[in-house]
């Protein structure tokens, strides 16, 4: 489906008499936009939107966000039911293609992806170059960004089949990538993937066994993996997304495309947020100090965050907090643990924040991060990994957009302008004359 022209709006440049017919355009759901493309041709001004928080990069058919009403839509289905219902692969199929798959599509795409799991063997010897205690988020943007020196010389990325392998290769092999990072850093061997297991529970085997034992994959486990990589898989154009959309309008090669997305995604603003929550909770501690924290969070003369809260978009409770939030206790209860310090401190804490003014004013809501780091460290996961957990469900979002955009008819190279605020032109002056 595509934007349609619904009016437009006229703009005039006050004190001259330039003025331009912009098309209004509308989507199928969510805000309309104006297209200002032939705005710098027709009155000779750029628009200024620094964060980008008033623009539309492009026109897209994957994902839907309802900031102000906490929807969150994948191709059209609501990300409660598919959290509900479907698997991770399904739900990849779905945000490659536009439609959920038929029972032999499905097997097909499941046999398709599954058999580019392997890394190449020379790949291995990329880990040996690393530090030991390097941050895993580290270790993915060399390993991934490496996969293209093993995937260029063939790769066309206007040609669909190519297109496709790469996508499947990416979200095949970016868990052994993550599962590899942190094997290297435990100082355990590496664990080759098994085509037996679905893609969750493949995951949590190459990243939890280990040779000298049978590894049992727990049913709870491994559902709630595949949620947690249901629920992180695409979330329309955020600041990583971007990053992989803008190196890829250069015709680069997907793999470094999305080593860049690794890049943007491990910044505690974006997918970090997992990992600060946790070391936030540890260092308030204890309920009876959330107050002291909120009040620095609430001085201005403070950087101190309370991370997992706020968002660009949701000026709502992010959909995707409310299930992860529910699965914590259903995980907890089955692994047995009846109290868990965190998850009461995380739970007061957005009590405490959601009764608060500073955050009911500025509608700061809990966002995805505030509870996963939670259920990831109840599943056996170290604090540094969660933000390459992140990465490894997001693989199919930022292909699913690469993808989309290279199939884009109008695509081109993006490129901002900037709103220039340095020295005007000048001439060099020698330094024996500088006074
Ligand atoms: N704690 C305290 N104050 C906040 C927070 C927060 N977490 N988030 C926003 N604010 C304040 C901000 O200081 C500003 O106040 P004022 O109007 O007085 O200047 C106001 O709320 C509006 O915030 P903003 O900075 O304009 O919002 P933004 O859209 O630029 O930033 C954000 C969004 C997610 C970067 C920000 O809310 C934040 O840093 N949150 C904490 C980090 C976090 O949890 N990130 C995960 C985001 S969801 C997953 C993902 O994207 O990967």
């Given at each position: ?90 739900v990849c199929y779905l945000l490659l293609n536009g439609d959920l798959p038929t029972a032999s599509e499905y097997r097909n795409f499941e046999l398709g ?323």
């Amino acid at each position: 489906m595509s934007a349609s022209a619904k009016g437009s709006v006229t703009i005039t440049l006050d004190g001259s008499n330039k003025s331009t017919r912009l098309p209004l355009l509308s989507g199928t759901v969510g805000p309309d936009v104006f297209d200002i493309r032939k705005m710098y041709a027709d009155l000779g001004v750029f628009t200024y939107d620094p964060g980008y928080g008033a623009t539309a990069s492009c026109d897209s058919s994957i994902t839907y966000i309802d900031g102000d009403a906490g929807i969150l839509l994948y191709r059209g289905y609501p990300i409660e039911q598919l959290a509900e219902q479907s698997r991770f692969l399904e739900v990849c199929y779905l945000l490659l293609n536009g439609d959920l798959p038929t029972a032999s599509e499905y097997r097909n795409f499941e046999l398709g992806v599954m058999r580019h799991n392997m890394l190449h063997e020379q790949i291995r010897t990329f880990y040996n170059g690393f530090r030991r205690d390097a941050h895993p988020m580290a270790v993915m943007c060399g390993v991934v960004g490496a996969l293209s020196a093993f995937y260029h010389d063939n790769l066309d990325v206007r040609d669909t089949e190519s297109r496709r392998i790469a996508a499947f290769r990416l979200i095949a092999k970016v868990p052994t990538i993550a599962a590899w990072a942190h094997k290297y850093s435990a100082g355990q061997p590496f664990v080759y993937p098994r085509n037996d297991l679905t893609y969750a529970e493949n995951f949590l085997y190459m990243f939890h066994a280990v040779p000298t034992e049978e590894y049992k994959i727990n049913p709870v486990l491994s559902k709630a993996m595949d949620l947690i990589l249901i629920l992180h898989a695409d979330h329309e154009q955020n600041a990583s997304t971007s990053t992989v959309r803008l190196a890829g309008s250069t015709g680069a090669n997907p793999f470094a495309c999305i080593a860049a997305g690794i890049a943007s995604l491990w910044g505690p603003a974006h997918g970090g947020a997992n990992e600060a929550v946790l070391k936030m909770l540890a260092e308030i501690g204890h309920t009876r100090n959330i107050k002291a924290f909120l009040d620095d969070v609430k001085d201005k003369d403070n950087q101190t965050k309370l991370m997992g809260f706020g968002h660009r978009v949701y000026k709502n409770y992010d959909p995707r907090a409310k299930i992860i939030q529910k699965a914590c206790h259903d995980v907890l209860a089955e692994l047995g643990i009846k109290d868990d310090p965190l998850l009461d401190l995380a739970m007061e804490l957005e009590k405490i924040a959601l009764s608060d003014p500073y955050f009911v004013d500025r509608k700061l809501y809990p966002n995805v991060d505030f509870y996963s780091g939670i259920i990831l460290k109840a599943m056996g996961f170290p604090t540094s990994m969660f933000t390459a957990l992140f990465a490894v469900a997001r693989t199919v979002g930022w292909v699913s957009q690469w993808t989309e955009m290279m199939e884009d008819p109008q695509q081109r190279i993006g490129r901002p302008r900037q709103l220039y605020t340095g020295a005007p032109r000048r001439d060099y002056v020698p330094v024996s004359q500088r006074g």
